[in-house]
């Protein structure tokens, strides 16, 4: 596990464990900016698309409340959610479940009360320690494990230009190389 100081450094690969069944996906960054930044990143409709891909959100931010997510584009990226995951994943409905500002947001995910997106936020000295966990129920196909790895590790790098104030696209080469990657490190694991 990677330490809070200057001396470590977060590894970007995501891993992947398994616990009472369920697979746990983690990932760790720090972002060079403020807690409140990030947390803004995250939790903002405006500020999501800026780095999830060109669309519409509706967040109500309250336990119980309302995420709704409909991808609209680039093109490539509609495209690759259809062949992945059907035409119905361009639409994900999910509800809120925690929510402690600016340090704690979790959601659940692509419409399964069993899938549970949760981003930590941590101050440091550098600005902000991000970890964020994915948690799958049993039921979850393991050969959809590198598509969904590859999936965050391009959000956190393009919520990472965003943050920088660079335009973000999303590159279909780039998933497909990450799933690549992920596909060769869940096979041997």
């Known amino acids: 596990m990677a330490t809070n100081t200057s001396n470590h450094t977060i590894p970007d690969e995501g891993t992947v464990e ?14 060079a900016h403020p807690v409140e930044r990030v947390w803004d990143a995250l939790t903002r409709p405006e500020r999501i698309t800026e780095w999830t891909g060109e669309g519409e959100v ?12 409909r991808t609209t584009g680039p093109p490539d990226l ?32 692509g419409g399964d009360p069993g899938s549970i997106a949760r981003w930590e936020l941590q101050h440091d ?16 196909d393991r050969a959809h494990l590198p598509r969904t790895l590859g999936g965050w590790h391009q959000l956190l790098e393009q919520l990472g230009d965003a943050l920088d104030g660079k335009h973000v696209t999303w ?11 992920y596909k060769t490190k869940t096979e041997t694991a």
């Open 18 to 31: 398994v616990i009472d069944g369920y697979y746990v996906l983690r990932f760790e960054r720090r972002f």
């Open 58 to 69: 509706t967040l109500d931010l309250v336990e119980g409340g309302r995420y709704e997510s």
């Open 78 to 109: 509609v495209d690759a959610i259809i062949r992945e995951a059907g035409e119905e994943a361009l639409v994900q409905q999910d509800t809120v479940l925690r929510v402690e500002p600016p340090l704690l947001f979790e959601r659940t995910f």
């Open 125 to 140: 000295s550098e600005g902000c320690r991000l970890t964020l966990t994915h948690t799958v129920p049993p039921e979850f």
């Open 171 to 181: 590159r279909q080469e780039r998933w497909e190389e990450l799933r690549d990657h």
